[in-house]
């Protein structure tokens, strides 16, 4: 089975820059993924890493490193509308996802 | 908009009975999932398709779930004899196998309140 955990949920200052950690057990494993769910919402895909290292999108990083099955998303320059849920998921047996719960992350001005 | 649409995005029924719901992917892709999410809980994979061929179920879908995707385009989720615990959200996702399959694209979500 794949076991998958996050904390549960985070606050920061509008601005500031936050980092959601995941770790994760699985077998089969073809990349890590990381989705942003609003509230009410259908996640919506951020980013990916398939082999160890950080990949930089505009204000989104994702790091992976597949030896110690760990994986951090960093969002900078925190706006209210990154307010959301970041779901970490292990993709696996090149055919599905497995979701944490997501990390609940509400900007304050 | 090309995105995943479903529908109904809300459906309310009695404890029993039977519900379907659709799905239609982005046209292109091939691949089609089905997962269920609850509050405070990330989605959990019930199947998917490639094309028209359902390849993998998982055990939380019980012999009451019924997936189809006739002609590898829309899809149907049909709960046969609705419990109180299968009230959730129902949210459909698409990819396309050439980029790896990771990548999907969910649609709204249907809500199902079972009463």
């Known amino acids: ?109 | 908009d090309t995105g995943v649409s479903q529908n109904p995005r809300h459906k309310i029924t009695k404890r029993g009975q039977n519900v379907t719901f659709r799905c239609d992917p982005i046209s292109e892709h091939n691949r089609l999932y089905w997962y269920r999410q609850t509050l405070g809980q990330g989605p959990e994979f019930l199947t998917y398709f490639q094309n028209e061929a359902q390849l993998e179920k998982s055990r939380l879908l019980s012999d009451r779930f019924s997936a189809e995707r006739p002609k590898g385009s829309f899809s149907t989720l049909e709960i046969q004899r609705t419990e109180q615990g299968d009230s959730a959200m129902y949210l459909c996702a698409s990819s396309l196998v050439q980029t790896g399959g990771g990548e999907q694209y969910f649609g709204p979500g249907t809500r199902l309140t079972v009463t």
């Open chain 1, 1 to 109: 089975g794949q076991n998958i955990d996050q904390p549960t949920e985070m606050t920061a200052t509008e601005g500031a820059i936050v980092q959601i950690n995941c770790t994760y057990q699985t077998s089969g494993f073809n990349g890590l993924f990381w989705y942003q769910q609003h509230a009410g919402e259908a996640p919506t895909f951020l980013s990916y890493n398939v082999l160890d290292g950080l990949e930089e999108k505009g204000r989104f990083s994702s790091f992976l490193s597949r030896s110690k099955g760990y994986s951090y998303l960093l969002l900078k320059e925190l706006q209210m509308k990154d307010s959301a849920s970041y779901l970490c998921a292990v993709f696996y047996g090149n055919n599905r996802l497995a979701f944490g719960k997501g990390n609940q992350v509400v900007v304050i001005p």
